[in-house]
């Protein structure tokens, strides 16, 4: 092995040899265990989220794959529609044209040569993080089977009439031409305006102060030339005698009704609320309570077949509603409308004031334009029907979340479920599969073939395909089952359908997993006909935040991508990566300012292990976790920490008693082996439990501190001795040799490869055939290797020379002076101790004698350590400074001090004595009565010495 631990020097070597070799296929030969990588954007690139959520997915698969379960992990990418279709849209206006130009077929040409050229670039940084994914079955959600599979669910919903088509009000985007769902819509805090308008009352009417005119608010006045009403609270005294009558409609002049609705709050401005049903989803219901009608007043374009439209509502307003807008504001966008018809409100003397307000500003999650609400056909989804079978899997336990509290969150949303937009004015994505004949009655099919047979339609009937696509998260909704091969019942499907988890985070619940639940309940049926579910747990973990908690984005210039942190990157790059892009040149200097502070040197290169070590151990029960980058620093010495251990192994690892030979385990090889096996229980629990945050810390506890700092120094005197057995010397190789081994395939999901580059080295000399590590059988605790006398010995021992050792560290002594030790109240039990193990502690403690003192009997001025009731003293003639020593002793006497006043604490504190298990109680008196005790002795220890 190279001296040196290099991550470049063996990651995409051994990667691409697992993937030659097919290792990431199912193979195993027990039960079948499924994960399917929620989809990335085809357009995307690897963001830390990505790097947390397949270290996560990977470090579960490798799991059940060493524990033999015939796992698929099943890899692809989405097409996303609308982010893709945006980014050709934005390479074609840079030469001049735009998909116009080149229409609906050239327009596709073009994206699927985009993707075929760059579309691979997520599939490519997957495989830098390790993740050990089925490449042989990488799909894409535009791949024909999956084509396929959604056509097959949108006939079969619209045929149980789940899916129909109607119109209602959408969140319309006026830069992208396109509907979209409440859920990318995101509400942004702005300063705005609340305009207070003058509305003249019809017909003589007046208010109960005398007015002929009511004063309504609104925070977008180019939406009063679509007003259907006003609306007054059915309570408020003020306008009980209006309701019923009407108001002249500034500007436009047509009369709408005053109506009376519990939707209006009497204490919120003048209490009348002006309606506009086409153009606000509130409006929108209370037109439908009062039947009023809904004037649209912004621009379309319309196909050549009316019920098959081609949208194009960019926020202009139209040439007329009912023949009745003035002519002055047709044709204006809808700012622009908004300064002119306030300053022709302002010059009829209508414009009572304008104040300033707080707005929740709807903006498109891809745009950033704001959104408007504008009624149109569109086909739905009738998620009710739906959300209740879902609900009820959750509710008995066939899906259950990890952590539980995120059943709360999916049923609010799901109690609450709105009907579903799922059309979309693109051209990227799968085409509804709806035909329309001259009168705009709709057929739906697989196919035109289907529709015209079905229905007995000849070639004399015109028929056009509707020009709308499906909205990306109903193809994404198929994922467990469309990839499997569905609607055909393929082995695949019937093997590896429901899947086992389904690893997200919390923001996509709604967009992504309660729709999966749903689809695939309505579809997928079992044998019995009882629907399945696509998955059986949803591990919800946390979103990756900056050192400050603060959420990553460019504009923040906070954002890390895994892939710098694994290759490393310079500081001049990483300055140009972090500002690309950035408009405002104040904004880019303040993020190059910060990332110069942040990152004087660049980032080193840590590798992939190290990355996703950190990934592990940060991944705690759904919270959002604190990227910290020292943290990966010190998981990059972790992985050093192994390879120095394992080249000691290599060396000293011949004649390790493979072949049959006796050999003989000493008191340490005892102890490793039983810590050993409490290890491989406890990271097994706690992967088992989805806590792979208290499973990494047990490796790194065991790997660390007990074998490469404890165990390691322990083997050295057994292996160094000439004098000691040949089958003790075999049995400690022979130790040291097959625990690293099953250490390294304990740490495996979390480290593939370091583990893999080891142990290819280490598995001859275990006697061990195979040829990947990832095949290995993943390691069982045997409880009757458990020594608890041998971990009580060991224990004792480390006490002993950690004393000792902290001795020479605060008194200032050398490590290679020999030092003369008594040791006072020695037990028959400590006794026996130090007889047996009296070379080794001389050894590893540099000790020149060890003396025990009899009883009454004291040794010199000394410096002290406590082993239990047991004192080690050092005496410190020629080397002692007796006021070090006092300090010595004050700084401990102070720590114990506190250490008796916080459990005392918690033992005085009724709450605690009566909530917590008798276990847990005794253990703290236990605590209390040590530290007691301690205390005492260096009380005695601290006076002696101050008299000298």
Same mark, same amino acid.
């Given at each position: 092995?190279?001296?040196?631990?290099?991550?470049?020097?063996?990651?995409?070597?051994?990667?691409?040899?697992?993937?030659?070799?097919?290792?990431?296929?199912?193979?195993?030969?027990?039960?079948?265990?499924?994960?399917?990588?929620?989809?990335?954007?085809?357009?995307?690139?690897?963001?830390?989220?990505?790097?947390?959520?397949?270290?996560?997915?990977?470090?579960?698969?490798?799991?059940?794959?060493?524990?033999?379960?015939?796992?698929?992990?099943?890899?692809?990418?989405?097409?996303?529609?609308?982010?893709?279709?945006?980014?050709?849209?934005?390479?074609?206006?840079?030469?001049?044209?735009?998909?116009?130009?080149?229409?609906?077929?050239?327009?596709?040409?073009?994206?699927?040569?985009?993707?075929?050229?760059?579309?691979?670039?997520?599939?490519?940084?997957?495989?830098?993080?390790?993740?050990?994914?089925?490449?042989?079955?990488?799909?894409?959600?535009?791949?024909?089977?999956?084509?396929?599979?959604?056509?097959?669910?949108?006939?079969?919903?619209?045929?149980?009439?789940?899916?129909?088509?109607?119109?209602?009000?959408?969140?319309?985007?006026?830069?992208?031409?396109?509907?979209?769902?409440?859920?990318?819509?995101?509400?942004?805090?702005?300063?705005?305006?609340?305009?207070?308008?003058?509305?003249?009352?019809?017909?003589?009417?007046?208010?109960?102060?005398?007015?002929?005119?009511?004063?309504?608010?609104?925070?977008?006045?180019?939406?009063?030339?679509?007003?259907?009403?006003?609306?007054?609270?059915?309570?408020?005294?003020?306008?009980?005698?209006?309701?019923?009558?009407?108001?002249?409609?500034?500007?436009?002049?047509?009369?709408?009704?005053?109506?009376?609705?519990?939707?209006?709050?009497?204490?919120?401005?003048?209490?009348?609320?002006?309606?506009?049903?086409?153009?606000?989803?509130?409006?929108?219901?209370?037109?439908?309570?009062?039947?009023?009608?809904?004037?649209?007043?912004?621009?379309?374009?319309?196909?050549?077949?009316?019920?098959?439209?081609?949208?194009?509502?960019?926020?202009?307003?139209?040439?007329?509603?009912?023949?009745?807008?003035?002519?002055?504001?047709?044709?204006?966008?809808?700012?622009?409308?908004?300064?002119?018809?306030?300053?022709?409100?302002?010059?009829?003397?209508?414009?009572?004031?304008?104040?300033?307000?707080?707005?929740?500003?709807?903006?498109?999650?891809?745009?950033?334009?704001?959104?408007?609400?504008?009624?149109?056909?569109?086909?739905?989804?009738?998620?009710?029907?739906?959300?209740?079978?879902?609900?009820?899997?959750?509710?008995?336990?066939?899906?259950?979340?990890?952590?539980?509290?995120?059943?709360?969150?999916?049923?609010?949303?799901?109690?609450?479920?709105?009907?579903?937009?799922?059309?979309?004015?693109?051209?990227?994505?799968?085409?509804?599969?709806?035909?329309?004949?001259?009168?705009?009655?709709?057929?739906?099919?697989?196919?035109?073939?289907?529709?015209?047979?079905?229905?007995?339609?000849?070639?004399?009937?015109?028929?056009?395909?509707?020009?709308?696509?499906?909205?990306?998260?109903?193809?994404?909704?198929?994922?467990?089952?469309?990839?499997?091969?569905?609607?055909?019942?393929?082995?695949?499907?019937?093997?590896?359908?429901?899947?086992?988890?389904?690893?997200?985070?919390?923001?996509?619940?709604?967009?992504?997993?309660?729709?999966?639940?749903?689809?695939?309940?309505?579809?997928?049926?079992?044998?019995?006909?009882?629907?399945?579910?696509?998955?059986?747990?949803?591990?919800?973990?946390?979103?990756?935040?900056?050192?400050?908690?603060?959420?990553?984005?460019?504009?923040?210039?906070?954002?890390?991508?895994?892939?710098?942190?694994?290759?490393?990157?310079?500081?001049?790059?990483?300055?140009?990566?972090?500002?690309?892009?950035?408009?405002?040149?104040?904004?880019?200097?303040?993020?190059?300012?910060?990332?110069?502070?942040?990152?004087?040197?660049?980032?080193?290169?840590?590798?992939?292990?190290?990355?996703?070590?950190?990934?592990?151990?940060?991944?705690?029960?759904?919270?959002?976790?604190?990227?910290?980058?020292?943290?990966?620093?010190?998981?990059?010495?972790?992985?050093?920490?192994?390879?120095?251990?394992?080249?000691?192994?290599?060396?000293?690892?011949?004649?390790?008693?493979?072949?049959?030979?006796?050999?003989?385990?000493?008191?340490?090889?005892?102890?490793?082996?039983?810590?050993?096996?409490?290890?491989?229980?406890?990271?097994?629990?706690?992967?088992?439990?989805?806590?792979?945050?208290?499973?990494?810390?047990?490796?790194?506890?065991?790997?660390?501190?007990?074998?490469?700092?404890?165990?390691?120094?322990?083997?050295?005197?057994?292996?160094?001795?000439?004098?000691?057995?040949?089958?003790?010397?075999?049995?400690?190789?022979?130790?040291?040799?097959?625990?690293?081994?099953?250490?390294?395939?304990?740490?495996?999901?979390?480290?593939?490869?370091?583990?893999?580059?080891?142990?290819?080295?280490?598995?001859?000399?275990?006697?061990?055939?195979?040829?990947?590590?990832?095949?290995?059988?993943?390691?069982?605790?045997?409880?009757?290797?458990?020594?608890?006398?041998?971990?009580?010995?060991?224990?004792?021992?480390?006490?002993?020379?950690?004393?000792? &050792?902290?001795?020479?560290?605060?008194?200032?002594? %050398?490590?290679?002076?020999?030092? /003369?030790? $008594? =040791?006072?109240? +020695?037990? @028959?039990?400590?006794?026996?101790?130090?007889?047996?193990?009296?070379?080794?502690?001389?050894?590893?403690?540099?000790?020149?004698?060890?003396?025990?003192?009899?009883?009454?009997?004291?040794?010199?001025?000394?410096?002290?350590?406590?082993?239990?009731?047991?004192?080690?003293?050092?005496?410190?003639?020629?080397?002692?400074?007796?006021?070090?020593?006092?300090?010595?002793?004050?700084?401990?006497?102070? &720590?114990?001090?506190?250490?008796?006043?916080?459990? %005392?604490?918690?033992?005085?504190? /009724?709450? $605690? =004595?009566?909530? +917590?298990? @008798?276990?847990?109680?005794?253990?703290?008196?236990?605590?209390?009565?040590?530290?007691?005790?301690?205390?005492?002795?260096?009380?005695?220890?601290?006076?002696?010495?101050?008299?000298?």
């Amino acid at each position: 092995m190279d001296k040196t631990y290099q991550p470049h020097a063996i990651e995409t070597s051994w990667y691409q040899t697992w993937e030659s070799e097919n290792y990431f296929a199912p193979q195993g030969a027990g039960d079948a265990y499924t994960i399917m990588i929620p989809p990335p954007n085809v357009t995307g690139s690897l963001h830390m989220g990505h790097g947390f959520n397949n270290a996560i997915m990977d470090a579960l698969i490798r799991f059940r794959r060493m524990q033999g379960r015939n796992t698929l992990w099943q890899p692809g990418t989405d097409h996303a529609g609308i982010a893709t279709q945006m980014l050709v849209e934005r390479q074609l206006e840079a030469t001049g044209q735009n998909r116009h130009d080149l229409g609906r077929e050239k327009f596709l040409e073009k994206i699927w040569e985009w993707k075929d050229q760059s579309g691979g670039n997520i599939s490519r940084q997957i495989r830098r993080l390790g993740s050990s994914v089925d490449w042989s079955r990488e799909r894409f959600t535009m791949d024909d089977g999956l084509s396929e599979a959604v056509k097959e669910a949108f006939v079969r919903l619209h045929e149980d009439g789940l899916i129909y088509r109607g119109k209602r009000l959408v969140n319309w985007d006026t830069k992208l031409h396109t509907a979209i769902s409440d859920l990318e819509v995101e509400n942004h805090d702005e300063k705005g305006f609340l305009w207070n308008l003058k509305y003249p009352l019809a017909d003589g009417a007046k208010t109960a102060e005398g007015n002929d005119y009511l004063i309504v608010a609104t925070t977008r006045p180019e939406t009063m030339l679509g007003d259907a009403a006003v609306a007054v609270n059915p309570e408020d005294e003020r306008y009980k005698a209006l309701i019923g009558k009407f108001v002249e409609l500034p500007l436009v002049g047509r009369r709408i009704p005053i109506i009376a609705d519990d939707y209006c709050d009497p204490e919120f401005g003048t209490g009348c609320v002006k309606i506009t049903p086409a153009h606000d989803f509130n409006d929108y219901e209370v037109g439908k309570r009062h039947n009023l009608p809904l004037l649209n007043i912004f621009d379309k374009n319309a196909a050549v077949l009316p019920a098959c439209q081609v949208f194009n509502l960019d926020g202009t307003l139209n040439e007329s509603i009912d023949g009745k807008i003035p002519a002055e504001f047709a044709g204006l966008d809808r700012f622009e409308a908004r300064k002119q018809i306030v300053a022709a409100f302002d010059a009829a003397g209508l414009l009572v004031s304008v104040d300033d307000h707080g707005l929740k500003v709807p903006k498109g999650d891809r745009s950033g334009t704001i959104i408007e609400p504008w009624l149109t056909d569109q086909w739905y989804v009738s998620t009710k029907p739906l959300a209740e079978p879902a609900i009820a899997a959750v509710e008995d336990g066939r899906i259950a979340f990890v952590p539980k509290q995120y059943e709360n969150m999916y049923f609010s949303w799901m109690r609450d479920i709105q009907d579903w937009c799922i059309s979309r004015q693109l051209w990227w994505g799968h085409r509804i599969p709806a035909w329309y004949d001259e009168s705009g009655k709709v057929y739906v099919g697989r196919d035109e073939a289907e529709v015209r047979a079905k229905h007995n339609l000849g070639p004399d009937v015109a028929l056009q395909q509707d020009n709308d696509v499906l909205d990306t998260w109903f193809s994404s909704g198929l994922w467990t089952f469309s990839t499997l091969g569905w609607p055909q019942q393929t082995e695949f499907l019937k093997k590896f359908h429901s899947t086992d988890v389904l690893v997200t985070g919390f923001d996509i619940i709604f967009f992504w997993v309660a729709r999966m639940i749903m689809l695939t309940m309505h579809l997928v049926k079992n044998e019995d006909g009882t629907p399945q579910v696509p998955f059986k747990t949803v591990y919800v973990h946390g979103l990756v935040r900056d050192g400050q908690g603060q959420k990553m984005s460019k504009s923040k210039g906070n954002v890390l991508d895994p892939l710098d942190i694994i290759d490393g990157i310079d500081l001049e790059t990483l300055v140009q990566k972090r500002t690309s892009g950035l408009m405002q040149p104040k904004l880019a200097k303040k993020i190059e300012k910060q990332t110069r502070d942040e990152f004087a040197d660049g980032i080193a290169s840590y590798g992939t292990d190290a990355l996703r070590f950190t990934f592990c151990s940060l991944a705690s029960t759904g919270r959002d976790i604190k990227f910290d980058m020292g943290r990966v620093e010190g998981y990059r010495n972790f992985c050093n920490k192994i390879w120095n251990a394992a080249r000691y192994v290599l060396d000293k690892g011949e004649d390790c008693g493979q072949n049959g030979e006796a050999y003989e385990l000493s008191l340490a090889d005892r102890w490793i082996i039983s810590q050993l096996q409490r290890t491989e229980a406890e990271v097994t629990r706690q992967l088992d439990q989805f806590r792979f945050d208290l499973a990494a810390q047990a490796l790194y506890e065991f790997i660390w501190n007990q074998y490469c700092d404890w165990y390691l120094e322990l083997s050295k005197p057994v292996l160094w001795d000439e004098n000691s057995p040949i089958e003790r010397q075999r049995g400690t190789r022979r130790t040291l040799v097959r625990v690293l081994e099953v250490a390294l395939r304990l740490a495996h999901p979390f480290m593939p490869f370091i583990t893999e580059e080891i142990w290819q080295r280490l598995a001859p000399l275990a006697g061990i055939e195979g040829k990947t590590i990832m095949l290995q059988p993943w390691p069982v605790a045997n409880e009757t290797r458990i020594d608890e006398a041998a971990e009580s010995d060991i224990e004792w021992l480390k006490t002993l020379m950690m004393g000792t &050792r902290n001795i020479r560290a605060e008194m200032n002594i %050398g490590p290679g002076k020999p030092l /003369a030790v $008594f =040791v006072k109240n +020695a037990s @028959a039990e400590d006794q026996r101790r130090l007889t047996e193990n009296d070379a080794l502690l001389k050894k590893l403690a540099k000790l020149e004698s060890i003396t025990v003192l009899a009883a009454g009997a004291d040794a010199p001025l000394s410096a002290t350590a406590l082993v239990g009731e047991m004192e080690v003293l050092v005496p410190m003639a020629g080397l002692i400074d007796k006021g070090a020593e006092l300090a010595r002793l004050d700084k401990e006497i102070a &720590r114990l001090q506190g250490e008796v006043q916080r459990v %005392g604490g918690k033992l005085s504190n /009724a709450a $605690f =004595v009566d909530k +917590a298990p @008798a276990e847990v109680i005794d253990k703290e008196r236990a605590k209390l009565a040590e530290a007691e005790q301690a205390l005492g002795k260096l009380a005695e220890q601290h006076a002696r010495i101050s008299s000298l």
